[in-house]
């Protein structure tokens, strides 16, 4: 399947569970027949980070196909340009976050979240700035895409280990790496693969949102697509946890050449060969963290209540 590359400007990417299906019954579900699915393409965006791996071995490894599933994937390279399809109705489903999702709503664009994703989001000082605290960042500047999941992983270190600190917003994603490693700034927020890369040349890393427990990546499907082709969503997700498998049981060196058609970096194989636990399947977010997600997105002025559980998600589908 056709996959589409739009690539209008670079910035950060932004953009655990009440009731996650394990591994065992994700993989015993009862298979979606190929009769079952509708004959529409579901068209899908994704960022160049690790939250799209499973969804694009999914298309390049035929899971979907087997399922008679039609997809095709947008990838975009920046987060405003993947809102911007979204308004004008060119995909279907993407990963993104819950303040997105939930500023998408308040915005008259109905769409629901259906699972979390893969994300792991790191702290990184600049390599001269002496810092090697989470603390050191108190009063110092940070480089990150203000009012996406970054920030808000960011105000929770703060708040977590009481400092505060200055946000340096640049556009471009290369031009924020140079100020980190240029020491232009004292520390930014980044996803994978580009944590690894700028670690790689001299960027400390001081914290993690996986290993603090932090998590607000999203699935969404517009809402039309949830009442008309369930039975799409159903196989998308069957598919995605074939995936998992998949990554599970292979080295990423193994698909690093379908990873570097979509746009990622050689260190990206490297940070997935690090990893030493399994890749879990498809989970719902925890509604804490939903709430607290929330809270923050009101906070910030981006909406203007808060959107409760029920109103912005809908995991059913993950346990068929």
């Not at 996959?3 to 950060?12: D, E, Q, S, V």
């Not at 299906?21 to 068209?43: F, K, M």
């Amino acid at each position: 399947m056709k996959k589409t590359f739009i690539t209008t400007g670079l910035l950060a990417f932004s953009f655990l569970s009440l009731a996650a299906c394990s591994q065992d019954t994700a993989s015993t579900s009862e298979s979606t027949s190929a009769e079952s699915v509708t004959d529409q393409t579901l068209n899908v965006g994704i960022l160049p980070a690790e939250s799209a791996i499973p969804i694009i071995l999914a298309e390049e490894e035929g899971f979907f196909e087997d399922l008679g599933l039609t997809v095709e994937i947008q990838s975009f390279t920046s987060p405003n340009d993947r809102n911007v399809a979204v308004q004008a109705k060119e995909i279907e489903a993407t990963v993104s976050d819950v303040m997105t999702e939930a500023t998408f709503k308040q915005n008259g664009i109905d769409m629901t979240i259906t699972s979390d994703i893969l994300e792991d989001f790191k702290i990184l000082a600049s390599p001269q700035s002496g810092i090697t605290e989470m603390n050191d960042f108190d009063g110092k500047k940070v480089t990150l895409v203000p009012n996406f999941i970054l920030e808000y992983i960011m105000d929770q270190f703060a708040k977590e280990e009481s400092f505060t600190y200055e946000i340096v917003d640049i556009s471009s994603f290369s031009a924020r790496s140079e100020a980190l490693l240029n020491d232009q700034v004292d520390g930014a927020v980044y996803t994978e693969p580009q944590a690894s890369m700028l670690a790689q040349q001299g960027a400390v890393v001081l914290g993690s949102s996986k290993e603090a427990g932090i998590k607000g990546g999203t699935i969404q499907f517009m809402d039309n697509v949830l009442e008309e082709r369930p039975q799409d969503i159903e196989a998308f997700y069957q598919a995605y946890n074939q995936a998992i498998d998949y990554m599970n049981e292979h080295k990423a060196t193994e698909y690093a050449e379908i990873l570097s058609d979509y746009q990622f970096p050689e260190a990206m194989s490297t940070y997935l060969d690090s990893r030493e636990e399994d890749y879990p399947y498809a989970q719902a977010v925890p509604e804490d963290q939903f709430e607290s997600i929330i809270s923050w997105t009101k906070d910030k002025g981006q909406i203007d209540s808060e959107y409760s559980y029920d109103e912005l998600t809908d995991f059913s589908f993950l346990t068929k």
